[in-house]
């Protein structure tokens, strides 16, 4: 079974690129204050854990594996996380990030995961105490309070966030790197994706169907939601992707967005809905009846506000993004909605929903796949990115 990324000593990792700089265990040791023979011990160590040698030992110095090169190089970006995630000019060490031990990023990821000592607690099989110690070991380190009591109860500070935030995408980066050094790092590895409501319905299915068949050993995690419910998780490192409808170019900077296609919307209403049947309905038949609606800044509520440019808009009681719900309410009432027509296929097919005349003009919407600027997908993720522009 192979290793979490916190079960790899830090100060191991931090090595393994002085090593490859400078082809020599003693001037890596020099570099990480370690005796050379502890880092070759902890070296060792490394190489049992993952079941793989991570160098080549020769006369003229060592030299990286295949396998030792990809965990150098995600190790390298896991302590840039750490490094940006300290960098604040409080008063602390001057590097902290060369000084943390996984088992402190361990205590206190758990802690802001949970909110609570007694949950990091449980969470980590740590004692309350050893957490307390940890956090206020962290605090040391980089200066500045990370934890605040409000009430009976804590919560992050600033920093204690941005702390929480460096942690995960270098622990996402460190589990990248056990991946491709692991001895299976051809057909492994995880996937964690945020799927919006559109994706949902065939796009993601099939891709996930058609990569589960040729990686047996690839492990997915779905997560539902809408853009603003899955940003956060995705620049946390908590997903590696989401997979929906784009944000107006240029989109967030730290963010990078990927077209897979354009999709055309539909008025949907029930069936026998008094505007069924017909030619396009005009605005003034539209506005008199309500409509579902998503929440402002989501692209589908842009479009809809654009059918009814110039003029008041219609009554909208309901904003919803769950699909799931939006058919429930559309086939008990006179309810309207914008949606593609794949979100509501079936119901179509078996006449419960119909579409409302033609697709209005203003109706597409790019639907693509967004990732963090910088990001590199493992050799799994990125297929899966292959197959899901394929479908």
């Known amino acids: 079974m192979a290793p979490a990324p916190f ?32 880092l070759t011990q902890g070296l060792a160590k490394l190489e049992a854990q993952l079941g793989t040698a991570l160098f080549e030992r020769r006369t003229d ?75 206020r070991d962290l605090e040391q380190v980089c200066g500045t309070v990370l934890v605040e009591r409000r009430g009976r109860g804590i919560a992050l500070s600033e920093a204690g966030r941005r702390l929480a935030r460096g942690i995960r995408l270098a622990s996402a980066e460190i589990a990248a790197g056990i991946v491709e050094a692991g001895p299976d790092r051809g057909g492994a590895g995880r996937v964690a994706i945020g799927a919006m409501p559109l994706s949902r319905a065939e ?66 209403g029930r069936a026998g809905h008094p505007l069924a049947g017909g030619a396009q309905p005009t605005r003034e038949a539209l506005r008199a009846y309500p409509w579902i609606v998503g929440r402002t800044g989501a692209p589908i509520r842009a479009l809809w506000e654009s059918m009814f440019a110039g003029g008041t808009l219609p009554e909208a009681p309901i904003e919803c993004g769950s699909v799931m719900v939006i058919r429930g309410v559309l086939r008990e009432s006179d309810f309207l909605t914008l949606l593609s027509p794949d979100q509501v296929g079936l119901e179509i097919d078996t006449g419960m929903l119909t579409a409302i005349g033609p697709a209005p003009e203003a109706s597409g919407r790019v639907i693509g796949v967004t990732t963090r600027a910088g990001w590199r997908p493992t050799r799994v993720q990125a297929r899966f990115l292959e197959v899901l522009a394929a479908v």
């Open 61 to 135: 110095g060592m030299a990286p594996t295949e396998a030792g090169a990809a965990l150098t190089a995600r190790a390298v970006a896991a302590f840039a996380h750490l490094g940006a995630a300290t960098r604040s000019g409080a008063r602390g060490f001057t590097r902290p990030a060369q000084l943390m031990t996984a088992t402190q990023l361990h205590a206190f990821l758990a802690l802001a995961d949970t909110g609570s000592f007694v949950g990091a607690g449980a969470a980590t099989a740590l004692s309350q105490p050893a957490i307390h110690r940890a956090v």
């Open 7 to 38: 079960d790899l000593n830090l100060r191991h990792l931090r090595a393994l690129a002085a090593i490859v700089t400078h082809g020599s265990m003693s001037a890596a040791a020099e570099i990480v204050s370690l005796s050379q023979p502890a």
């Open 203 to 268: 796009l993601l299915p099939r891709a996930l169907a058609r990569v589960a068949r040729e990686m047996p050993g690839a492990r997915f995690d779905v997560s539902e939601g809408s853009w603003r419910e899955l940003v956060e998780p995705l620049r946390d490192g908590t997903l590696d992707m989401m997979i929906g409808a784009l944000r107006p170019a240029p989109g967030p900077p730290d963010l990078q967005q990927q077209p897979l296609l354009d999709d055309r919307l539909v008025i949907v």
